[in-house]
């Protein structure tokens, strides 16, 4: 494998990655415990390059205001992320949060919450649990909104019974 540099993973380098003699690694992570899977980086890279290419998209709907650069395609991909009608509309909520991490600078939360975006991706949590342990004020902004009370009907489903 050829060396693995800022300047190749550009948005790994801004999201706090630690790129040092041809490697990279999450800061404080152990030594030896670097990503060498090439697959990897890319992937991670293009989930950063998702946020940003979404990212006025995400802080119009959101904050209701945005300095980033104005991308009619990556409002029309994060407009069809966020509608229930997709099926992925909680996958668009887990993108809020990564981009609600990255301009509040928190940068350990947005790398572990594109941890458990692939994990979700995975199928190893459902994105409900990831944006739910992200930012739960998201899950419920979702919630609330007017569905003719089908998610409330979902809620209650996925209760436990009450115990006799």
Do not use: C
Not at 43 to 54: F, K, S, T
Request: without cysteine; aromatic residues 6%.
């Amino acid at each position: 494998m050829k060396d693995i540099t800022a300047d190749a993973y550009p948005l790994m380098a801004a999201a706090g990655y630690v790129f040092t003699e041809g490697r990279v690694s999450a800061p404080g992570a152990a030594a030896g415990d670097h990503i060498t899977d090439e697959r990897t980086l890319t992937n991670i890279e293009g989930r950063l390059d998702n946020i940003a290419y979404m990212a006025r998209a995400i802080d119009l709907y959101v904050e209701g205001r945005s300095d980033a650069e104005p991308n009619l395609d990556g409002t029309k991909q994060f407009m069809h992320l966020i509608d229930d009608a997709s099926g992925f509309a909680m996958r668009g909520w887990l993108y809020v949060a990564l981009r609600r991490f990255q301009r509040m600078g928190r940068l350990d939360a947005l790398r572990a919450g594109l941890g458990m975006l692939f994990a979700a991706e995975k199928g190893i949590m459902s994105t409900r649990d990831a944006v739910q342990a992200l930012a739960p004020d998201l899950v419920q902004m979702h919630d609330t909104r007017d569905d003719e009370g089908g998610k409330a009907l979902d809620r209650q489903r996925q209760l436990p019974e009450p115990v006799s």
